[in-house]
């Protein structure tokens, strides 16, 4: 049984798509995507560099874009599970055909656009926690007024607030974590996202979804949704509230899922993946070169491939 992953923010790399577009093809549908999301991913995907694709405005399409690339270039394979961190609901979506891809980058633009927006109100940020107790991390990230933003499982939380909380967190940790300031640019998945999923709830009004082909998990609880006005609600409803990763990762291993792909840009969901889902196979989609290593994760988990 095999779940596609997508990533979410922090994933992007400068020049991250430059191997990809030395494939056929590649280049043509950046174009389509680009036009549909209203950015130049080209350029922010070649030559931008590290602070410019740190703009949630752009990273969210790029790393959507990055995602669905990947997933064409194996022939768009159909998985039994379809998952994505945060913003990557939204490449997890068309990958389960509740989006169109247009549809997707279009939402994805203004999602980035909005949650910057969101942001630039207040100085904001989020922070990694590794180790420690999670109950005693929680309670630590409370007292400080932080909330904990991505329960990641697999010994992570990110925990999200102002700078000075996250700067006074820093200066107090749970006992026997790590804290590590993540390169993003604001609180999210926090009230501080409120007026970005009011102006996404607006938005949404007119995009017409289709009933998704495959299991698709919320990051709000790790549950299945059925039907794809649903699924839409949910993700635009994820920007303002916590991403329950680990409760996805347990659906995964509950359900029987046996391989997990992560799409490009791949690494962060694989990492977590080989430590909570122990036994389970894992191929991290970073560049071409994994493109044999997944379709063989595929072809073993599926039964299926496109060649």
Do not use: Y
């Amino acid at each position: 049984m095999l779940a596609i992953l997508a990533p979410g923010q922090g994933a992007q790399t400068p020049g991250m798509l430059s191997s990809w577009l030395e494939l056929g093809g590649v280049a043509e549908h950046l174009a389509q995507l680009s036009e549909a999301a209203g950015i130049d991913l080209l350029a922010h995907g070649t030559t931008s560099d590290a602070d410019q694709i740190r703009d949630t405005a752009v990273a969210q399409p790029l790393i959507v874009a990055t995602s669905l690339l990947s997933w064409s270039c194996l022939g768009n394979p159909v998985a039994d599970v379809a998952a994505g961190h945060s913003v990557g609901e939204i490449a997890a979506a068309a990958i389960a055909g509740v989006l169109t891809e247009s549809q997707a980058m279009s939402l994805v633009n203004e999602r980035g656009s909005q949650m910057a927006k969101a942001a630039a109100l207040m100085a904001t940020g989020m922070s990694a926690v590794l180790g420690g107790d999670a109950a005693v991390v929680v309670a630590k990230a409370e007292q400080h007024g932080l909330t904990p933003a991505n329960m990641n499982g697999a010994g992570q939380i990110v925990v999200a607030g102002t700078l000075d909380q996250l700067d006074a967190f820093a200066e107090d940790p749970p006992e026997g974590a790590r804290v590590r300031p993540l390169v993003v640019a604001g609180a999210f998945h926090t009230i501080h996202m409120h007026s970005a999923v009011g102006a996404l709830d607006d938005f949404a009004g007119a995009i017409a979804t289709a009933q998704p082909t495959t299991i698709v998990l919320s990051n709000a609880d790790g549950s299945s949704v059925t039907e794809g006005d649903a699924v839409l609600r949910r993700l635009i409803a994820q920007v303002s509230n916590p991403v329950r990763w680990d409760l996805c990762m347990d659906m995964m291993t509950a359900i029987g899922v046996t391989g997990v792909l992560e799409l490009a840009p791949a690494g962060t969901l694989v990492g977590l993946a080989k430590r909570a889902m122990p036994g389970v196979a894992t191929v991290a989609l970073k560049g071409p070169d994994d493109l044999d290593a997944a379709r063989a994760l595929i072809a073993e988990h599926t039964g299926r491939v496109d060649q």
